[in-house]
């Protein structure tokens, strides 16, 4: 009944089909696209780019005379971006391994620093932060997106009622932090907020079954399942997708932030 909680993702055999994935990706890749000024000329970062989302889209829209680069850990994915920049003979985007808590950048060297989704992944958000702090030139700007709390509320309220430790799942909420936490960690790196655009969207499933074997849910399941004791597994989880059933159909409310920073000059 609950096969969907053994199941695995290898993330190299990902890598090649991640576009698909990236249906979720793009909703707040589009609030970036929609909300950041273009400007000519710049150097531009992408942290935690994968297969290239945003980065290849934002190089094409600059045109040529813009750098950009992205990075991620994720090799595999960083292969699959480059030949994706190699078959659009994409000129002006390139690509590194490397990790945003310790960039191989020299300090000052960008005008634009853009994350879509990476601020929830990194380990230490602050030491990211720092770090483009460090690479940014004076006056660049930093713009990120990001899911913040209050993100599928609809299923929390039923989850909630099923699971013994309240305050862990409470815990597991909170990670995904407020407008307000995220602009204090942007300010403590020294960047100065100059916008912030909330916008939300909405995840439907026909019924609770086809929401907890969708491949988006696995992302979160993980959390999910380490908010309830392992013996109870299989209960919960059979209890929870028979009351979202009674609800059907579903429809989760998934909140978006954009926000945007200037690097104060020195
Ligand atoms: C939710 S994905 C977003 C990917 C892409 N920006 C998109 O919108 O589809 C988060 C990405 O952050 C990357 N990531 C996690 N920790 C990282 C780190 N320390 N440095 C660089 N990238 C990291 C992951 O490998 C993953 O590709």
């Not at 078959?87 to 960008?110: I, K, M, T």
Request: hydrophobic content about 45%; proline content about 4%; some cysteine.
């Amino acid at each position: 009944m609950t096969e969907y909680l053994r199941r695995r993702v290898d993330m190299n055999a990902l890598a090649p089909v991640f576009d698909e994935a990236s249906l979720w990706g793009a909703r707040f890749a589009f609030l970036m696209l929609d909300e950041l000024e273009l400007r000519p000329g710049i150097r531009a970062l992408d942290i935690g780019c994968a297969t290239g989302l945003p980065l290849l889209e934002l190089a094409r829209i600059h045109g040529e005379k813009a750098r950009f680069v992205g990075v991620d850990v994720w090799s595999a994915a960083l292969h699959q971006a480059q030949k994706r920049t190699a078959f659009q003979g994409l000129r002006n985007a390139s690509l590194a391994e490397a990790d945003g808590h310790q960039l191989p950048f020299r300090s000052a060297s960008f005008d634009l620093i853009v994350s879509n989704l990476g601020i929830n992944n990194f380990a230490h958000p602050e030491t990211v932060f720092a770090e483009c702090a460090r690479v940014a030139r004076p006056g660049a700007r930093l713009a990120l997106t990001t899911n913040v709390r209050g993100h599928l509320a609809e299923f929390y309220d039923v989850f909630r009622e099923l699971v013994p430790d309240k305050a862990r799942l409470e815990s597991d909420e909170a990670h995904r932090g407020t407008v307000a936490s995220l602009r204090t960690r942007i300010a403590s790196a020294g960047f100065e907020v100059t916008r912030v655009v909330e916008r939300s969207f909405q995840l439907r499933f026909l019924d609770g079954s086809a929401m907890l074997r969708h491949p988006l849910v696995f992302w979160f399941l993980q959390g999910w399942r380490e908010v309830v004791a392992p013996e109870d597994q299989e209960r919960v989880f059979a209890e929870l997708e028979q009351k979202l059933n009674a609800t059907a159909p579903l429809s989760m409310t998934v909140p978006m932030v954009y926000v945007e920073a200037t690097r104060a000059a020195s």
